[in-house]
């Protein structure tokens, strides 16, 4: 089912006492989403992304804007007639009731032709069990099972009723590391094999990219870019979606343009043929350095964290805008406990240069300044 929003605004009124104006949760928000795909709405907390599900869902209803389902305009239908299975944070599981009995309440309040058998409800029960593999699970209640076995009876009971579309909201935020990382290749798993539109709100990029078709970054209720993970992750569109993607964060500095040369704190550090004098901002992804004799760039080392196959080289420098730089480099270089001084060349395509008022990204390698 192809989801489209077009110009979606949502406001709430105020709620303090000085400042009557109300609150912009969503401001004209227009996206595609395509019949099958995965789409990670990614942000920080409070930035319209729980808000934009809830409008899809229906539990919301926009200010402005309007929603279609396929060629159908569902912005006023009802949440319950819009075919729609959503998964919330804390899974909502009945805990007086059985694994088979939450999978199968959704389908008790069937009616009229929509209404199914016994026989018809207990198979829709257990081929979405067998989607989130919990077929040996059905007798047990909620309280007996991990957050992560708890969590695919929640994909479940969304997914007994075929909905069109599947919403998670923050699904694999109350689970420890180890569970969510296998918690959301199922998820990926189950998508793919049901082929369902499913939209998925996070907070962390690291779930988003790696298990969604498309990434929507949001901040303050405004789009700041859509595309791949990848895509996004290379190709930032500002200084804020180049700073919340990316672990370790991207190393960011004062710089100055001059003569189409890069300068950080008055070292020339890369040509940047086209772009006019001016100050910036740079930004720098830790696998972007590479240990040089004699590279321009000349940090001050603090310390070296071994990572396994990777190290993390951690430095100072005078135009970084964090205390510290961390850079990860191959671990089959070696650095003497006794050096002070390190110097890097930079990897020019991992090297981004962003407006000093605007933080609109204004150059990379490869491409005319903008």
């Avoid at 926009?62 to 929603?67: E, H, Q, V």
Wanted: proline share 6%; glycine share 8%.
């Amino acid at each position: 089912m192809k989801i489209v929003l077009q110009h979606i605004t949502k406001t709430f009124p105020s709620r303090g006492k000085k400042n009557t104006t109300d609150v912009v949760a969503v401001s004209d928000f227009s996206f595609e989403i395509p019949d099958g795909q995965l789409i990670g709405l990614l942000g920080p907390s409070g930035c319209g992304k729980s808000t934009t599900l809830n409008m899809i869902c229906g539990l919301e209803k926009p200010t402005s804007g309007r929603i279609f389902f396929g060629d159908q305009d569902v912005t006023a239908l009802p949440a319950e007639k819009r075919g729609v299975g959503m998964v919330f944070q804390n899974y909502a599981l009945y805990p007086h009731l059985t694994v088979l009995d939450n999978i199968l309440f959704p389908l008790e309040n069937l009616k009229g032709k929509d209404k199914l058998s016994k026989a018809e409800m207990q198979k829709r029960a257990q081929d979405a069990a067998a989607l989130g593999q919990i077929e040996e699970l059905m007798d047990r209640k909620p309280s007996e099972l991990s957050g992560g076995q708890q969590q695919r009876v929640a994909i479940a009971r969304a997914l007994v009723k075929m909905p069109h579309v599947l919403l998670l909201d923050e699904p694999l935020s109350n689970l420890d590391a180890r569970l969510r990382l296998q918690t959301r290749e199922e998820i990926r798993k189950i998508q793919r094999t049901t082929g369902i539109t499913t939209v998925f709100v996070t907070h962390d990029q690291e779930e988003a990219m790696s298990i969604s078709d498309q990434i929507v970054v949001m901040r303050q209720g405004v789009i700041q870019q859509i595309g791949k993970p990848q895509d996004v992750y290379d190709d930032p569109a500002n200084l804020f979606v180049a700073q919340f993607l990316g672990t370790p964060p991207i190393n960011v500095f004062e710089g100055l343009v001059k003569d189409e040369i890069l300068y950080l704190a008055g070292d020339p550090v890369l040509s940047v043929p086209g772009l006019a004098d001016q100050e910036v901002w740079v930004g720098i992804r830790p696998e972007g350095f590479v240990l040089q004799e004699d590279g321009p760039l000349h940090c001050k080392l603090s310390a070296v964290e071994v990572m396994g196959r990777d190290i993390s080289v951690i430095t100072t420098h005078p135009a970084s805008v964090t205390p510290t730089i961390r850079s990860i480099i191959a671990s089959d270089h070696v650095i003497h406990p006794a050096t002070t001084d390190i110097h890097f060349a930079i990897k020019p395509h991992k090297l981004h240069v962003f407006h000093k008022k605007t933080q609109t990204r204004i150059y990379k390698e490869g491409e005319r300044s903008l």
